[in-house]
Each structure stands twice: as C-alpha cells, then as structure tokens.
C-alpha cells in the first residue's frame, strides 16, 4: 500500500520556525516530482512548493517565497519543508504529495498520491 506520512506540525508563534517531514511508504518516488499543499480554514488547497525529481529545481508560491524551502533525500524516500519566519495567515493544514511527472508543477491535477495532512497554527 503506498502511503505519505506527513510529521513536524504543530501550535507556533509568529515568527518562529517549523520543519515538516513527509515519508513514503510503499513505493519510491525517486524519479517523481513532490509537492506541498496546504489548505487554510475556510478555504480551497493552494499550492506551496513542489521540488522536481533530482531535488535540484524548486518552485514556491509567493506567499512563501524566501521563507520556505522545500528539499528532499531520494534515498530515504522522504521530502521536507522548512518553514521559517511563520505568519498567522500560514496556518493551515498541510499536505505532501507526489506527482506524476519528473518535473515541478505548481497543479493539482498532477499529484496522484497524497497524504492526510499535519495541522500547522500559528499564533499571533
């Protein structure tokens, strides 16, 4: 059963710094293209970062853009993202997810494996 286990979320306040960490099981994604997710209250899921297959090509969302840096070790099957400088619109729960090109995509419709998502709150 292939599986992405999302870790690392948490109750932060402004300004602090938060690692999430996504394993997957059951499977390698090594030759995948990964993206993180995330879905604030009350809204629809927005793209924030996806890495290409060789962890050499990154792209973020402007929201996040010098504050966030995606990365992964295709060894282990595992991507991460690394969140600094934490603002209360950044609270949302967070979702990791593999797609099904090589590249980065900034699309939903892309990824065909995703994980039940870490709670991220971010105090003011």
């Known amino acids: 059963q292939v599986q992405l286990v999302e870790s690392g979320g948490g109750l932060v306040q402004a300004g602090d710094s938060l690692k999430l960490s996504c394993a997957a099981t059951?499977?390698?994604?090594?030759?995948?293209?990964m993206g993180w997710f995330r879905r604030a209250p009350g809204k629809e899921r927005e793209f924030v970062t996806a890495?290409?297959?060789?962890?050499?090509?990154?792209a973020y969302a402007d929201s996040v853009k010098g504050r966030f840096t995606t990365s992964r070790d295709r060894a282990k099957n595992m991507v991460y993202l690394q969140m600094n400088s934490l603002k209360p619109e950044d609270t949302a729960v967070y979702f990791c997810?593999?797609?099904?090109?090589?590249?980065?995509?900034?699309?939903?419709?892309?990824?065909?494996?995703w994980g039940q998502g870490t709670q991220v709150t971010v105090s003011s």
């Open positions: 997810a593999a797609s099904t090109v090589s590249y980065i995509s900034r699309s939903e419709n892309t990824y065909n494996y």
């Open positions: 059951g499977r390698t994604f090594r030759g995948n293209g």
């Open positions: 890495i290409d297959w060789s962890g050499s090509e990154t």
